[in-house]
């Protein structure tokens, strides 16, 4: 255990219409800046008490009945904080939106246990120690780049994590691919672990409900730059589905097959594309509402120095090719 950083005391009197419920229900109800799983933990430990005494999370109440909550929210050392500049766009007592750069994870896993978002959340943010994942809600991939936000409280955390349940968190995206689209369109098709490769994600029968809308932007002889909007989150959603409609992203060596020249390509492009070594995405719009306001806020960034000279390189070689 770590330091404490957080003392919970609440208590409520349980409302007389939530007579014949299940306590986990009903605490879920009285006290929703938790979420019900941490609710659940902290009946089971006997931080949660009816009347006094410890109850299960299935037991029916009658109403009328005291719940008093006192718990204890400790650092988790299980990561180091470590002095990572990071490009903060926003920031309030209750959440935190980024500018993550390419070449960054967000949260430490085999072979990635220092240098990601989280531990230099843990630097900036000492507190974000007692949130699940120092306040991490969603994650971009190591090479996406664009915006993200983080959660500074619990009850920030719970209400974040809810929204991207509900699908009211919006996300729009940047992206170049492969081929030249004839206009935009939905994916909608399921995404699960790929049956032979664990390190992918494919589409596939029986996996997540997942969903990316597109537009066109810009046609170029052999790729094409479009807008993605998310109404799922699914991990590598937008590469997955862009490979399955057989426009993979640039620069996507894990779901495009690595490095593939038009032809007739002229050097300039060339060189562009052997440069451009990560997928070529970028979180460019993020929209939310505040977890504590409620007031719908939203952040649009500049596309990557990388991004827009991958672009001006396309432009100005459309004249080149044959």
């Not at 986990?24 to 800046?33: L, S």
């Not at 993550?100 to 630097?123: C, D, F, I, R, W």
């Not at 990316?212 to 589905?241: D, E, W």
Request: proline share 5%; hydrophobic share 40%.
């Amino acid at each position: 255990m770590g330091d404490v950083v957080k003392q919970i005391e609440q208590s409520m009197k349980v409302p007389d219409e939530y007579g014949g419920r299940r306590f986990d229900q009903i605490a879920a109800a009285c006290f929703g800046e938790f979420s019900r799983a941490k609710l659940q933990e902290w009946i089971r430990k006997g931080a949660l008490l009816v009347d006094g005494a410890a109850r299960k999370p299935s037991d029916k109440l009658f109403g009328g009945e005291q719940l008093t909550l006192s718990v204890t929210i400790a650092c988790d050392t299980q990561w180091t904080a470590e002095d990572i500049p990071l490009d903060i766009v926003y920031e309030d007592d209750d959440i935190i939106v980024i500018n993550k750069p390419a070449n960054l994870v967000v949260h430490p896993a085999a072979g990635n246990y220092s240098g990601t978002v989280l531990n230099a959340l843990l630097h900036h943010y000492p507190d974000n120690a007692a949130l699940p994942r120092a306040g991490v809600v969603h994650r971009l991939d190591k090479d996406t780049t664009g915006l993200m936000v983080v959660a500074r409280t619990l009850e920030a955390h719970t209400d974040l994590v809810a929204q991207l349940q509900e699908r009211t968190v919006h996300r729009e995206y940047d992206a170049v691919v492969r081929g030249v689209m004839t206009g935009g369109g939905s994916v909608d098709a399921p995404i699960g672990r790929h049956p032979q490769n664990r390190l992918k994600m494919a589409v596939v029968r029986g996996g997540k409900p997942s969903v990316t809308h597109y537009r066109v932007v810009q046609r170029f002889r052999a790729h094409t730059h479009v807008r993605l909007n998310l109404q799922t989150g699914r991990t590598h959603q937008i590469r997955v589905h862009m490979s399955h409609q057989h426009f993979p992203l640039v620069g996507d060596d894990l779901y495009g097959g690595g490095l593939k020249l038009p032809k007739s390509c002229p050097s300039a492009l060339e060189n562009a594309l052997h440069a451009f070594r990560r997928q070529a995405l970028h979180a460019r719009k993020l929209g939310l509402i505040h977890p504590t306001t409620g007031e719908y806020l939203e952040w649009e960034i500049p596309l990557s120095e990388d991004f827009q000279t991958l672009l001006t390189t396309l432009t100005e070689c459309e004249a080149l090719f044959p």
